[in-house]
């Protein structure tokens, strides 16, 4: 059985950081891009990154950038999100997802979510 | 950036009903769009995908639209059927979504 579990969500300072995980049973990640796509409390969703199955290209949306690192360690069948100068607005359920087989981001499983509250 | 609109925000069925929901974005993207499912509390779920159907789907679900113009129809509502639907650009990063349609009994 496909599952995806996050962790390391929490409660932050605005300008912290926190990093979140997520482990991945029943796949192999190292054949799949992966994604990370957030909620803001009530409101829609926002994709926010993916990272190539070997790691080497990643893309963000720009209220990332330069803040926010996708990593992946394929030998654990794990990513990882870096946060840093964390602000507000990047309060959210983060959702690991994983790209399936198709062209494009088809996100066929997701993983429960993860709270992140960036509040002073 | 690619927008997504969806129409309308919210609407209320009954069961048995049949229902189309709508999503206009803001440049052409083919058929590169996805519906996903989400139930309060749960993560969203992958309804359709393209012009296909993902496993496990039910069929009473359907997608159709090319280029801007899309919608989701649901034939016959079942009672689990009643959640946000939100459809989603697939064609350039960021693959952005759309506000969502709240789909209320």
């Known amino acids: 059985e496909v599952q995806l579990v996050e962790s390391g969500g929490g409660s932050v300072r605005p300008g912290g950081s926190l990093r979140l995980s997520c482990t991945a049973s029943?796949?192999?990640?190292?054949?799949?891009?992966m994604a990370w796509v957030r909620q803001a409390p009530g409101k829609g969703l926002e994709f926010v990154a993916n990272?190539?199955?070997?790691?080497?290209?990643?893309s963000y949306v720009d209220s990332v950038k330069g803040r926010f690192t996708f990593s992946r360690d394929n030998a654990k069948n794990s990513l990882f999100l870096q946060m840093d100068s964390l602000r507000d607005h990047d309060t959210a359920v983060y959702y690991c997802?994983?790209?399936?087989?198709?062209?494009?981001?088809?996100?066929?499983?997701w993983g429960q979510g993860t709270l992140v509250t960036v509040s002073s | 950036d690619i927008q997504m609109t969806q129409s309308p925000s919210s609407v209320s069925a009954s069961v048995g009903d049949r229902v189309t929901l709508t999503c206009r974005a803001s440049?052409?993207?083919?058929?590169?769009l996805a519906w996903y499912q989400q139930r309060p509390g749960k993560a969203p779920n992958l309804l359709i995908y393209g012009p296909s159907l993902q496993s496990g789907v039910p069929s009473r679900f359907s997608g159709s639209g090319f280029g801007t113009d899309f919608t989701l129809t649901i034939s016959s509502l079942q009672p689990e059927d009643f959640a946000t639907y939100y459809c989603q650009q697939t064609n350039s990063f960021p693959y952005t979504f759309g506000q969502g349609t709240k789909l209320e009994i």
């Open positions: 029943g796949f192999s990640i190292s054949n799949h891009y």
């Open positions: 440049q052409g993207i083919s058929s590169s």
């Open positions: 990272i190539t199955p070997d790691g080497s290209g990643k």
């Open positions: 997802a994983r790209d399936g087989p198709r062209s494009g981001p088809d996100l066929d499983y």
